[in-house]
């Protein structure tokens, strides 16, 4: 079983920047794909960002593209979500989660792992 936990979640105002920490256990997170979700108040939960296991090919939701980064670092067992320019309409509950394998995926129902998630609040 893997263990998973999210940090880095708090109060911003639009423009700021914010990072985003997930820190999983076992002895295999360089063998697993990541990716970031996120929830607001009465959505659904929606993709964010992907990483691949092998190569550490990304994708975006068109949303977040060019303003956010995901990067993961295997010997810290540490995924990141680097946010930027954010937006109030970035305000949600974000969701670390893994999945075995190293294709990229955008649904949340391939996923295998998942976070209690960190909430992150964007002012206007």
């Known amino acids: 079983q893997v263990q998973v936990v999210e940090s880095g979640g708090g109060l911003v105002q639009a423009g700021d920047s914010l990072t985003l920490s997930c820190v999983a256990s076992?002895?295999?997170?360089?063998?697993?794909?990541w990716g970031w979700f996120r929830q607001a108040p009465g959505k659904a939960r929606g993709f964010v960002a992907a990483i691949s296991s092998v190569g550490g090919s990304t994708t975006y939701a068109d949303s977040v593209n060019g303003r956010f980064a995901i990067s993961r670092d295997n010997a810290k067992n540490t995924v990141y979500l680097h946010m930027n320019s954010l937006k109030p309409e970035d305000t949600a509950t974000y969701y670390c989660?893994?999945?075995?394998?190293?294709?990229?995926?955008?649904?949340?129902?391939?996923?295998?792992?998942w976070g209690q998630g960190t909430q992150v609040t964007v002012s206007s």
């Open positions: 989660t893994g999945r075995g394998g190293w294709g990229l995926r955008t649904d949340r129902y391939e996923y295998d792992y």
């Open positions: 076992g002895r295999t997170f360089d063998a697993y794909s």
